[in-house]
């Protein structure tokens, strides 16, 4: 199978119902997107395809032929201006503790603010929406809200 993963096309041979998560961990060797639950539940899987925010973990890599995988590994590489925003509003708020659950996080506030139009500010209530289904179990939400709006301000 070929796919697309962080600009860099790939052919991988493995079984087609494998979960993209472990393509991506095992077989690629792509190891920030990080295994939580295995059930969806928890957020730190969470990877991009064609832009949309997804659960590896669920998600079979042949649905992900001929997509645009993003994971986090390239998202705050400091290419991609949203990435980089989130990246920097993240360590400036001191966002993470134990750290295992901030790719999956950081991968959902960055489908959210790109999916905004320019220049559009999130509300709390949107913010809180979009991270719903990312679990953090230091409890950092109040400072994952904060990072997200002072990332949206410092795009606008």
Known sequence: MKLVVNDREVT???????????????VIGLTGTKFGCGA???????????????????????????????TIDAAT?????????????????????CGYCQSGQIMSAIALLK?????????ADK????????ICRCGTYARIRTAVADAARTLA
């Open 12 to 26: 991988i041979d493995a079984d087609p119902a494998m979960p993209l998560l472990w393509a991506l961990r095992d």
């Open 115 to 123: 999916s905004l139009p320019a220049g559009q500010q999130p509300t």
């Open 77 to 97: 590489d400091g290419t991609d201006r949203i990435g980089a925003a989130v990246h920097a509003a993240w360590v400036k708020h001191d966002v993470a503790q």
């Open 40 to 70: 969806a539940q928890c957020g730190a899987c969470t990877v991009h395809m064609d832009g949309e925010a997804i659960r590896s973990c669920i998600t079979p890599i042949s649905d992900a032929e001929g997509k645009k995988l993003t």
């Open 127 to 134: 913010i809180d929406e979009a991270m719903a289904g990312n």
